[in-house]
């Protein structure tokens, strides 16, 4: 589902009620655990965190007048997506999360590329949200996409 908005909160009150709980807490934890220096706002119609120009003037190779993008959270059609960069650029960090996910949710992972697909809104693991959110810093970040993605 897309949802037109120019703040998060826009974004968020736009949401149905169930969703707008899991997507207030989703961003708690990631806002509360997320590594100094990226910055939150909307990216791609969702909610976001990216590194900044006044840290990374150069932006995002694929359109160079967006911020770096790392993380996004989105309410769609029949779940709640997650979409962690470093998830997809980092092998380290998604064996990790693969081999966390179990111990975490009954149910089996969903999982694109960067894309954790979040089905059953009453299994949500916020804790193992908040440990995958301090695993990068924006200084790492910018070192990983650079070696692994930017061409």
């Known amino acids: ?11 968020i009150n736009q949401l149905p ?3 707008k709980e899991v997507i207030l807490k989703i961003r708690e934890v990631i806002s509360q655990n997320i590594p100094e220096g990226f910055e939150a706002g909307l990216g791609y119609g969702m ?14 190779h694929c359109d160079n007048s ?4 790392f993380m996004n959270l989105a309410s769609q059609k ?16 998604h064996d990790w999360f693969v081999n966390e996910y179990p111990k975490h949710c009954k149910y089996k992972l969903d999982m ?7 089905k059953k809104m009453n299994d949500i ?9 301090t695993k990068i810093t924006p200084e790492a970040w910018i070192a990983t996409y650079e070696k692994n993605i930017k061409r």
């Not at 029949?78 to 960090?93: E, M, P, R, T």
Request: glycine share 4%.
């Open 112 to 118: 694109g590329k960067s894309c954790v697909r979040f």
């Open 17 to 19: 009620e169930d969703r």
């Open 66 to 69: 967006v911020p770096l993008p």
């Open 125 to 133: 693991p916020y804790d193992l949200i908040a440990e995958l959110v």
């Open 78 to 93: 029949n779940f709640v997506a997650l979409y962690h960069s470093g998830i997809y650029a980092n092998q380290k960090i």
């Open 1 to 11: 589902m897309k949802y037109e908005a120019n703040t998060p909160d826009e974004y």
């Open 47 to 60: 909610l976001s965190w990216h590194v900044p120009f006044s840290t990374y003037p150069s932006g995002y």
